[in-house]
Structure formats: C-alpha cells, structure tokens
C-alpha cells in the first residue's frame, strides 16, 4: 500500500539481509528435510544439536576438552569441526539406538512414538545445556568480524562467508546424491524403503548416514550462527521452527537444491514484509503462509482421505 | 501450607489441560501442539474483559472458552483431511499465529502480556490468597474431566478411537468423520480456553511466554506420561511433572531454578524412555484398574476362560430386522423367486442399485470404463476377473470413496454419485474391505457395535442432555452387536482387542460388522480367502442366509467354487471394461473365457 514511499536502500538491506539469512535457514531446511524425507521421523531433537554443537565447538575452543579434567583447548577450526563431529556421533546413536527400536515397537503408531520420544530428548538436552552451561549466553570468538557494505547495503563478513558454506555444502549434496552410488541409495529408500531391502540395500544404514548428513548440516550452521550472535540454551528455537517450515513447503523428497532456495524465498518474505508491516507481524507473516499452504494442501484433495499425497513424507498404506 | 496448595492449584489447571488434550490426542488420535494457544486464547479474553470491562471472573471465563471454541472449529476445518505428520506441523504453526497475534496488540499488552489482572471473585467470594483457588479449579477440573468422560467413554469415544486408527473404515460405516473431528477439536479448544483463563486468573496474568511453546510441550507430555485415551492417567501425569519441581527442590535440596532445570531433564528423559518401554503410556489404554482387581480375584482371567472356547466357538440365529425385503413383502413372488433356480431368481428380481456409465481413469490408467452394471433385490452378484481387472475400483466407485470421472450411480432411484462415503454408507450400501480394517485396539464387540446405526451416544446433544437416554441405547447397541457375533460365531471372542486376531477371524469379525449396519445392500470384498476350510461352508451358508432374508449381495471372489456356489448372475471384467455378464454357467461356458481366465 505504500510502495512509493519504500526506498530502494531498505529494499537492497532488506533483500541482503533476507538471503544471508535465507541461506541459514536454507542449510537447516535441507539436512531436516533429508531426515524427514528419509527416514520419515519427526525429528523435533534437530534443534538440540545444533545448539550442542555451537556449546561444543565454543567450550573446546575457550573452556578445555573435557573442563573439569582437560584444560587443553583447541585451535578454533579444530575445535569447530571437533564439536560438530561429536554431535554428529550422537545424532547417528540416538538413531541406531532410540528411533530405530522405537519404530520396530511402536508399528502403525511409528510416528507419534518418535516425535513424542524426540520431543523428550529435545527438552532434556535443552535443560541439560542449562544446567551444564548455565542458562545465560556465552560469547563465542573466532576469526575477526569485520562489516563489509556494497554501495548502501551493509552486512558481517561472516554473513558472505556462512553463506557461501551453507550453498557449497548444499550443491555438494545434492551432487552426492545424484551422482554418486551412495546417493543412489539414499534415494532409493527414499523412494520405497521395502523395494531398496529387496536389492540389497541396508535401510537402517542409509537413516544413520542420512541422521550424521544432516546433523552435520545443522553442526555447521550452529557454529556460524554462534559466531555471529552468541550461543545460548534457546538458539534453536527459531531457525529450526522455520527449518520445519522451509522442509515442509518444499516438500521432503525435493532436491537439496529446491530446499534450499525455499529457505532463502522464506527469508525475503520475512525481511520484505517488514516495509509494510510492524516487525513484530513478520514472523507471524511466515506462518500465516505456511497455515495458508497446509490448507491449501487439505482442501486440494476431494473429499477422500485415500488420494492424499504427500510430496515425500511417509509412504501411506491403503 | 500455602506454598502446597499453590502446588495442588497448579496441579488441577494443569491437569484440566492434560485431560483435554487427551480426549484429542489420546481418543481422536488428532496430534496437537496448538492446545497450549487455545488456553491462551481464553486467558487473554479473561485478562481483557475483567481488566478493561471490569467483567467478573467466571463470566470472563465463559466467554474466553466461547472465544477459544471458534478457534478451535476455525482451525480444525483445513486440518480435517491433513496426515498426522502434517497436522502436527500445522498445529505448531497455529501456536504461533495465534501468540503471535496476540502479542502484536498493545491493548494486549504486547510482548509483555496483561499483567496485573484483577482479584477475581467467584459468587462474591474473592481469590485473596492463591490456596482459595483449590475449590474453584477442583470443580473446574472435574467438569472438564466429566464432559471429557461423558464424550470418550460413549458411542461417540468408540467412533473417536476408530478415526484414530482408521478413518476410512470408520467412513465406511456411515459415520461422518468430519463432523465427529470438528466437534472433538472445537470442545477440547473450549475446554482448554476454560483451562487457560483459570491459569490466567490464577496467575493474575496472561503472557505470551505463560502460554508458549513449552508450556505446550509440557501439557503433550503429561498426556503421554499419563496414558493416551486414559482420563485419570493424564491426572496423575499432571501430578508427576508439577510435583517434581518441589520434590527436588525439598527432597533432594537443589536450589529453585536447578531444581525446576533437573525437573525438564528428568520428564524430558522419561518422556524419551517410557516410549520405548511403555509406548502406551505408565497407565496404558483399557487397563482400568478395576478390571485388573477383578481377574486377579478371579484367579483365572475371565478373557482366557473365554478364548478357550474353541476357534470359531457357536453360531446363533441371525437377527432379523423387517426392512430389509420389502420387494418380498407380497408373499407369492417372493416364494417364487425363492423356489425358482438361479437364474429365474435373477430374472425376477427388481433391480435395487444400478450403475450407468461409471468411468474413472488414473492418469492414462483405465481403472473403469463405461461400466454398467446392476445389482438386483435378494440376489448375489459376483464380479469376476483377473487381478488389475478393476473389480475393488468398483466397490471405492458405488461407495463413494473415489468420485467416478462420468456415470451415475443409483440406489432404489435416488443418485449417489457426489455424495460422501459415509452419506451412501447411511442410505444403506454397505462395503467390507479386503484388507478387513478392523479398529486393532478395541474390542470385537466395540468393533461391530461401532457399525450399529442411530445410535445415541453419537448425537452430542443427546449425549449431553439426553440423560439415560444413551448409556440404555448403548445397552440395546451392545445386546445388537452380540447377536452378530454370535451368527458369525466369534461371540467367544466379544472382549478381545481386534489386533490380537487371526486373518480369518478377523474376517469374520469384519463380516458381522458390515450386517450389524443392518444395511440392505451389502458389497464383499473376498469373503471367504483366508478362511479356515472348515469354516469356509459355514461363511458360504451366512452369506446365503443374509440374501435369503433379501439383502442384495454383492461379492468379488476369485475361488470360482465360491462364486459357482453363490452368485446368481457375475459381471466378469478385464482391464476396467465388463466383458461378459449372465448366470456363471455360461461364463464359465465360453470358450474364451474359459481360456483366458478360468484356465480350463
């Protein structure tokens, strides 16, 4: 409505600010949606690893491997990677050891079992970071910030840097699992699990690569966002809210690539909204357009439940 | 003293909030994450009109659950026909919509909330000391508890439980599972506004943060710690995760904000674990402890006393109802068409569902072209054909469950094309699924009661109003649905949960399912494969006794001694078209058929 009086600075910003952290909620959105895609498991923990892996590459870095006993600290990069791997095990054990029992027990009912048991692990890990850490955040230092601008436009050398880490990680998945035999497989569960069993491939397998990419991917992205802001307990909340958004309205069997540039598309409408609405309308914006989408997806289908497709989530039996 | 009775305050709000999403979560299987927002919803009205309007308490409260009620119905219409996975989403997006609104409005008072509600007073006596909350929010706890009851443990619970497992055969059996899902979604948001708006009340405020994200993820947790469709389990839940807090704090001496970090450490753990070893939940579904109390005096469990009553136990009588022959009704024909062959039969029926053109494609695959069939008055038909021939495509097509591309449907002349499932399902055509669909978690009986028409446990208005008036509908339905397990004789197995059955029971007991619709024209999908041999003639001698009492019968069978035995005219179709119909001799006659098919 008042177009005219946005000026094309705040439009540039806004668009910059919107793809930088775009690109972070991109990289979020393609490791869930991989997961969720795969494995078809509601993985509500996703948040809590990426907030122990930015807790974990900032304790090995400034307070010691292990603080009460190893007081040596790490370089850095090597503590980043170090962090994010750790968390990566972890993510792999709690699929072999939690999800995959759980979805052997609990049959038709699989996937309430495993959100209600992830929503459990994602409270308990958040508290234990609490009570590990303290609840107050932690400043995080690494390499030197430094504020860049373009013309009007100005953002932190992090923002070009995590950028360009979050599309070259993208692009290499997509790559990986397009060309690689590896990849093949992946999206061979993807596409129906029981078929892949009956060619040989080791479907408990392929969710514990796909649990380890995509916590990795979110590993990753903890550690830039940490430098840039702090980290804290609840740094998760948010960007994997908007995780769950961009996976879903990009659908979970797309390629990475899509999933991608749906989180950057989210973004902008984030940043751009704000030129006509109050600030604090533009993240409710997001999800008046993700309630709108869901009802779109409803109410596309005649009035049967048996043709409701799901562009990827898990296979219905009919 | 106070400090406790401020414990047992939290307990009964947070318990009146467990309750109800239980009767969402746990009896309709609808995963929400949004509950949390409805209890916002009632509290921020509470807050507003008492704050601003100077509303009295429980006024407030009324008008907050109406509030929260609208939400509720307004939400739940796109998520009718969303997955699970879906919904859930579409619930934590609701979340935060709805706070996200709220917050947005300064006379809300922002991202701050309304702080400083006013004293409330409940028929004049006011809330001076937070221990005076106990008795209004004990009754308020059991009210929802009550209503909560009244809907789960009904006709309408047993139609709930069946939308959780299987929403399609509950369709099928004429039950509108929208309206059943829009009426559980708008009570439970009223119930829950009616919840937050005593939280609000007693808190003295209404904040964004009060009714966020956690708080919504401690009441699932709750339900799920106390037992899914268990209504005292998600009481005792309650109690767990509130008194776990001063627990620690007291017991084990952790300083308050250790203690209350320990307390989400512990449930979260809990949470995690007891899916693993209890995925029911600590008081699982059906485990009333009476019943338990019982079998351990007994010695000897009552349920096994009965399962040792052989595999297929008795058969009875079948129950009779007048409706059904009304083309017999003028006794000469009737005895004519009884005592002629087959095929006179047949010739003399009236046509009762007539199928005209029915044309449905899936993308380039022909499912049904141009079929025209009919189904005749106290008669079997068969359909016939290869596998892929289409033959389950005809029974989605007549019942509504796919919408044919062209073509009409007509059932004693009135059209059913465009209709719902269920409304066919109502004007009395009837299927039965290959797959059985029994509901695996209750009972046999619950299963075939569930298929009884009309009854009264499933009007809400009769349900809550109508007095004794459903719980003596619910005797009549029950005494109805034992009768249709006797005929099909698995009466032996009326209490066990229809998941621990074997294929042909269960067959069996999907079959007295289907009669007890008492519908006139019924559709079989392979009634007698997976049948033990011994109980395939009884299953043949059902089916005759049913058309004998003049329903139309309509079956797809691939055993040909079956379809032989029974039908008195068979459709036989190949790659969605009819290719031939008559009696089944001469099917079974033709040359090429008989190539191509019957491999004779």
Known sequence: ??????????????????????????????????????????????????????????????????????????????????????????????????????????????????????????????????????????????????????????????????????????????????????????????????????????????YVLVFAIGTFLAGTAAVWTGLQFAVEPGMATRPVIFAFVVAFLAGTASSPIRVFLTGIGVALVEQWSSMWLSVRWTQTAVFVILVAYLSWLSFRQSGVYVKLQIPGLRRQRI | MQIWLNYLVQVLIYASFAVSLNLLLGYAGQVSVAHAAFGAIGGYTMGYVATVHGWPFLAGAILGAAFALVAGVIVALPAMRLTVEYLTLLTIAVAFVILGVISTFSDLGGTFGLLGIPKASIFGTEMARPGDWVIPCAVMLGLVMAVCHRMGESAYGRVLKGIREDPLAVQAMGKNVVAFKLTVFGLTSALAGLSGAFYAGWLRLATPGVFGFPFALTVFAMVILGGMANIWGSVFGAAVVVLLEPLLRDAVRLDASTASTVQLIIYGSLLAALMLLRPQGAIPEGSRLLRRLRILIAGEGSLRMRLGAGPYGERREMPMNEDWAPDFADGERAEAAFAAPRRDRWDHAQPVLEARGITKHFGGVVAAENLDMELRAGTITALVGPNGAGKTTVFNLLTGFVPPDRGSVRLNGRELVGLSPHRIAEMGLVRSFQDVRLIARITCLQNVMMAVQGQDGESLLKLYLGGRGPSRCEAR??????????????????????????????????????LATEAPVLLLDEPASGIDARWVETTLQMVEAVRDQGRTVCIVEHNLQVVGRLADHAYFMDLGRIIAQGAIEDLTASAELARTYFGI
């Open chain 1, 1 to 206: 409505m008042h177009l005219a009086a946005v000026n094309l600075e705040t439009f540039l910003q806004l668009t910059a600010n919107g793809v930088f952290r775009g690109a972070a909620y991109g990289i979020l959105g393609v490791g869930l949606a991989l997961i969720l895609g795969v494995t078809g498991r509601f993985h509500f923990a996703y948040g809590s690893f990426y907030t122990l892996a930015a807790y974990l590459a900032y304790t090995f870095k400034d307070r010691g491997l292990f603080p009460p006993l190893v007081e040596a600290t790490l370089p850095f990069w090597v503590a980043a990677l170090a962090g994010v791997m750790v968390v990566v095990a972890l993510g792999c054990l709690l699929e072999r050891t939690l999800y995959q029992p759980l979805a052997r027990l609990a049959g038709a009912t699989e996937l309430l079992a495993v959100f209600v048991a992830a929503l459990g692990i994602a409270i308990a890990l958040e508290n234990l970071i609490r009570l590990l850490w303290s609840s107050s955040s932690q400043p995080y230092f690494g390499p030197s910030r430094e504020a860049w601008s373009i013309g009007s436009v100005t953002f932190l050398n992090f923002d070009v840097y995590s950028a360009i880490t979050y599309a070259v990680l993208t692009l290499a998945l997509a790559a990986m699992l397009r060309y690689t035999p590896l990849g093949r497989m992946v999206r061979a569960t993807r596409s129906n699990p029981e078929l892949a069993r009956t060619v040989g491939i080791d479907s408990k397998r392929v």
């Open chain 2, 477 to 514: 339905t029950r005494e109805r649905a034992m009768q249709w397990l006797d005929f099909v004789g698995m009466a032996g197995f009326a209490d066990v949960p229809a998941g621990a059955l074997s294929y042909g029971q269960s067959k069996l007991v999907s079959l007295a399912r289907l």
